[in-house]
């Protein structure tokens, strides 16, 4: 059976409060990286400012101030999501570590979300890498249907961050996507990303963007697994979305993501029309008929069995995956809130739909900022003629301007709960529920966090990069430097060479001191 | 609640069974819906409790990464 490899990249949100008052982060997080540096059993990053770990993973810190934590490569979806948890634990005791250098009382937050709701329209990855044989050119076709539709249980759930009410979306960070394909990633970002990075030897690397920082094992484990596995039957040349393909991929996700019925169809080439759930169950049939074959990994027939799982519990409808999936839990937890704070969760669809037609009306962009209602509908209105026509529409359906304001005053409530829902920590609210034994999210072999942060997996070239950061991170002397591809020591001249993702034996080679420099 | 309402019209759509008394597959699921909700609802109050979402919203202001 084929071995494959992928990881995963977290970029975290981290905010810092005194009492109530936020406080300026940057400095927080530079303390947190100088205590990781200080603290955990680490090599140098050779290509950043960032360090390797025991576990084989990098930590470092990207660009906008987000802390990542990149997994080291997996072998399988178990140990995938196993070293994304590792990651958030690591976090969670750097933060401990960092209250004990702090002001009293100063809060630090440390977030798995990737939309910012402020008015600045900011986004962070969390991405995918999967290693592959096929030609770049051949894998958006493939590809690209499945990333759009395996949002119905690989989307983070949240609210549309460019709207200026309040509109539940499967998936915020799919308001960012702005093409299909696009070799950008910070801006005019693509469904498809066309970054061939290989960062190894023989191989190419897929770079997914468009996904999210999910908190349930069973979302993160059919999403790593699903999208392995596709991979695998395109390399092995059976074109698994060759039948699925998407009329306008970027519409298309518009749609699922706004899709809370999971019912609406999409259009494909041609004339024929499938919902998400269709276009997953293609796939998963393909991969079902496939899994035993020689190019498939030995767990295909395990994650075809999970996928089927949540496929027929989203076929049932958001509710059956609460608990389960990300997104269904959310809903239903705001659905709940918003009826303890008396606000008519159906009625939301209709004032977000007023409040759309006001902001385009008055020219206001689409920035997800506050709504300036008063001055839109108060007596010096600059549309009299639409708000007119508006109260007179509220009359007749017997609503009134306050609902809105209410829901407008409840919006950084929602906002709040939503980011909060990600925190790492007691104050997660998904941890809480999951302490509380609410849910039903786990997937049986996604065990040992604690171990996973001190070792690496057990197969591929992590097992030895961990190896050789355990042995020699406290030899301050070496002048160890360590990258994805080699480890180094400028003070001894040696070179271990990792480009074989495969690679099982640490081969060291001679390395003059004065190619340092060329080595990374 | 709301939320297990939609989930009986669903069923109902689908076929299912609609009737919350006659399934016990439904009343498992209403009941640990209930419990996921309690636990969201009691999660959410902690979560909040002496929070100001304003300026909780103020210090999580990021820059754009990747």
Same mark, same amino acid.
């Given at each position: 059976?084929?071995?494959?490899?992928?990881?995963?990249?977290?970029?975290?949100?981290?905010?810092?409060?005194?009492?109530?008052?936020?406080?300026?982060?940057?400095?927080?997080?530079?303390?947190?990286?100088?205590?990781?540096?200080?603290?955990?059993?680490?090599?140098?990053?050779?290509?950043?400012?960032?360090?390797?770990?025991?576990?084989?993973?990098?930590?470092?810190?990207?660009?906008?101030?987000?802390?990542?934590?990149?997994?080291?490569?997996?072998?399988?979806?178990?140990?995938?999501?196993?070293?994304?948890?590792?990651?958030?634990?690591?976090?969670?005791?750097?933060?401990?570590?960092?209250?004990?250098?702090?002001?009293?009382?100063?809060?630090?937050?440390?977030?798995?979300?990737?939309?910012?709701?402020?008015?600045?329209?900011?986004?962070?990855?969390?991405?995918?890498?999967?290693?592959?044989?096929?030609?770049?050119?051949?894998?958006?076709?493939?590809?690209?249907?499945?990333?759009?539709?395996?949002?119905?249980?690989?989307?983070?759930?949240?609210?549309?961050?460019?709207?200026?009410?309040?509109?539940?979306?499967?998936?915020?960070?799919?308001?960012?996507?702005?093409?299909?394909?696009?070799?950008?990633?910070?801006?005019?970002?693509?469904?498809?990303?066309?970054?061939?990075?290989?960062?190894?030897?023989?191989?190419?690397?897929?770079?997914?963007?468009?996904?999210?920082?999910?908190?349930?094992?069973?979302?993160?484990?059919?999403?790593?697994?699903?999208?392995?596995?596709?991979?695998?039957?395109?390399?092995?040349?059976?074109?698994?979305?060759?039948?699925?393909?998407?009329?306008?991929?970027?519409?298309?996700?518009?749609?699922?993501?706004?899709?809370?019925?999971?019912?609406?169809?999409?259009?494909?080439?041609?004339?024929?029309?499938?919902?998400?759930?269709?276009?997953?169950?293609?796939?998963?049939?393909?991969?079902?008929?496939?899994?035993?074959?020689?190019?498939?990994?030995?767990?295909?027939?395990?994650?075809?069995?999970?996928?089927?799982?949540?496929?027929?519990?989203?076929?049932?409808?958001?509710?059956?995956?609460?608990?389960?999936?990300?997104?269904?839990?959310?809903?239903?937890?705001?659905?709940?809130?918003?009826?303890?704070?008396?606000?008519?969760?159906?009625?939301?669809?209709?004032?977000?739909?007023?409040?759309?037609?006001?902001?385009?009306?008055?020219?206001?962009?689409?920035?997800?900022?506050?709504?300036?209602?008063?001055?839109?509908?108060?007596?010096?209105?600059?549309?009299?003629?639409?708000?007119?026509?508006?109260?007179?529409?509220?009359?007749?359906?017997?609503?009134?301007?306050?609902?809105?304001?209410?829901?407008?005053?409840?919006?950084?409530?929602?906002?709040?709960?939503?980011?909060?829902?990600?925190?790492?920590?007691?104050?997660?609210?998904?941890?809480?529920?999951?302490?509380?034994?609410?849910?039903?999210?786990?997937?049986?072999?996604?065990?040992?966090?604690?171990?996973?942060?001190?070792?690496?997996?057990?197969?591929?070239?992590?097992?030895?990069?961990?190896?050789?950061?355990?042995?020699?991170?406290?030899?301050?002397?070496?002048?160890?430097?360590?990258?994805?591809?080699?480890?180094?020591?400028?003070?001894?001249?040696?070179?271990?060479?990792?480009?074989?993702?495969?690679?099982?034996?640490?081969?060291?080679?001679?390395?003059?001191?004065?190619?340092?420099?060329?080595?990374? | 609640?709301?939320?297990?309402?939609?989930?009986?019209?669903?069923?109902?759509?689908?076929?299912?069974?609609?009737?919350?008394?006659?399934?016990?597959?439904?009343?498992?699921?209403?009941?640990?819906?209930?419990? *996921?909700?309690?636990?969201?609802? !009691? &999660?959410?109050? +902690? =979560? *909040?409790?002496?929070?100001?979402? !304003? &300026?909780?919203? +103020? =210090?999580?202001?990021?820059?754009?990464? !990747?």
């Amino acid at each position: 059976m084929a071995e494959r490899l992928l990881g995963v990249e977290t970029e975290y949100a981290i905010s810092a409060m005194q009492g109530r008052e936020p406080v300026e982060r940057v400095p927080v997080i530079r303390r947190l990286m100088e205590l990781a540096h200080a603290t955990l059993p680490n090599v140098q990053d050779g290509s950043s400012s960032g360090l390797f770990l025991e576990n084989g993973a990098r930590l470092y810190l990207d660009c906008g101030m987000h802390v990542e934590f990149s997994t080291p490569e997996c072998a399988n979806p178990w140990d995938a999501v196993r070293y994304v948890e590792a990651g958030h634990q690591t976090m969670l005791r750097l933060l401990e570590r960092l209250a004990g250098h702090c002001a009293p009382g100063l809060e630090v937050n440390c977030f798995r979300v990737n939309v910012d709701y402020g008015d600045n329209g900011a986004t962070w990855g969390c991405h995918e890498s999967y290693m592959h044989r096929l030609s770049p050119s051949s894998m958006p076709q493939q590809l690209i249907p499945h990333l759009v539709t395996r949002v119905v249980y690989a989307g983070a759930g949240g609210f549309h961050p460019f709207s200026s009410g309040l509109e539940f979306t499967l998936s915020p960070r799919a308001a960012h996507m702005e093409r299909a394909i696009s070799s950008d990633s910070t801006n005019e970002r693509g469904i498809f990303h066309t970054k061939d990075e290989p960062l190894c030897a023989g191989y190419h690397r897929l770079h997914v963007l468009c996904g999210e920082s999910l908190c349930s094992q069973l979302a993160m484990f059919v999403k790593f697994g699903a999208t392995s596995l596709i991979v695998a039957m395109a390399e092995a040349g059976l074109a698994p979305g060759n039948a699925v393909q998407l009329d306008s991929p970027l519409d298309a996700l518009r749609t699922v993501a706004g899709d809370l019925t999971l019912k609406r169809p999409l259009d494909l080439k041609g004339s024929a029309r499938r919902t998400a759930i269709q276009i997953q169950r293609h796939y998963l049939e393909m991969a079902e008929a496939h899994r035993s074959d020689s190019f498939m990994p030995l767990w295909a027939p395990e994650v075809c069995k999970q996928w089927r799982r949540v496929l027929d519990l989203l076929d049932r409808g958001p509710a059956a995956a609460a608990g389960a999936l990300d997104w269904p839990t959310k809903l239903g937890l705001y659905m709940s809130h918003a009826e303890r704070r008396v606000l008519n969760w159906n009625h939301l669809r209709f004032w977000n739909a007023l409040l759309e037609r006001m902001r385009k009306a008055i020219g206001l962009t689409a920035d997800g900022g506050r709504f300036p209602l008063e001055q839109v509908i108060g007596p010096g209105t600059p549309i009299p003629d639409l708000v007119k026509r508006l109260s007179a529409l509220l009359s007749r359906r017997g609503l009134e301007w306050n609902e809105l304001r209410k829901m407008l005053a409840l919006r950084p409530e929602f906002f709040e709960i939503d980011m909060r829902f990600g925190q790492l920590g007691p104050r997660g609210l998904f941890s809480m529920m999951d302490e509380a034994g609410a849910l039903d999210h786990r997937v049986s072999g996604i065990d040992n966090i604690e171990h996973a942060m001190r070792n690496p997996p057990a197969t591929g070239r992590a097992r030895l990069r961990g190896a050789v950061v355990k042995r020699v991170a406290g030899d301050g002397h070496g002048g160890w430097c360590c990258t994805w591809q080699r480890i180094y020591s400028q003070r001894y001249g040696r070179l271990l060479d990792l480009s074989d993702p495969f690679a099982k034996e640490e081969l060291w080679q001679d390395a003059p001191v004065e190619e340092s420099a060329s080595v990374f | 609640m709301r939320f297990l309402q939609r989930f009986n019209t669903e069923q109902r759509q689908c076929g299912g069974d609609p009737d919350p008394g006659s399934g016990g597959l439904l009343q498992q699921i209403r009941a640990e819906g209930d419990r *996921l909700l309690a636990a969201g609802d !009691e &999660a959410i109050q +902690r =979560a *909040l409790a002496g929070s100001n979402s !304003e &300026a909780f919203l +103020r =210090a999580g202001r990021q820059q754009g990464g !990747e």
